[in-house]
């Protein structure tokens, strides 16, 4: 299940610090941030890790702790460090092999 992120330093620690995790930064405003998301609900049975979306205007401290410019992004982080990003909307071929490919490094 694709959990929604608030500002709550509980759920940023979880997901934020340690383990595996993909993150869709996002706005709600963003058409865009909404393809991704349908595209991420397809995928998310076969990640296999925890989805979470982060509202860059409902934490705009988050945000800038990764330097997120403009929305959508998804990030994959490993205990909290990135290692790899990618922006824009993606179909499910795309967000594959963008996945499998940061999975390699």
Not at 8 to 14: H, I, K, S, Y
Not at 28 to 50: D, N, Y
Not at 73 to 94: F, K, M, N, W
Request: with cysteine; proline share 4%; aromatic share 8%.
């Amino acid at each position: 299940m694709i959990s929604h992120l608030a500002s709550d330093p509980q759920a940023t620690r979880r997901y934020f610090e340690s383990g595996r995790t993909l993150v869709e930064f996002y706005a709600k405003w963003c058409g865009t941030c909404r393809a991704l998301t349908r595209t991420l609900q397809s995928v998310e049975a076969v990640v296999g890790i925890p989805v979470v979306k982060v509202d860059i205007e409902d934490d705009p401290t988050l945000a800038a702790r990764f330097a997120i410019l403009g929305v959508p992004q998804l990030l994959l982080l490993h205990d909290g460090v990135e290692t790899s990003r990618v922006a824009g909307s993606l179909d499910e071929s795309e967000f594959a092999a963008w996945f499998a490919a940061a999975n390699r490094r």
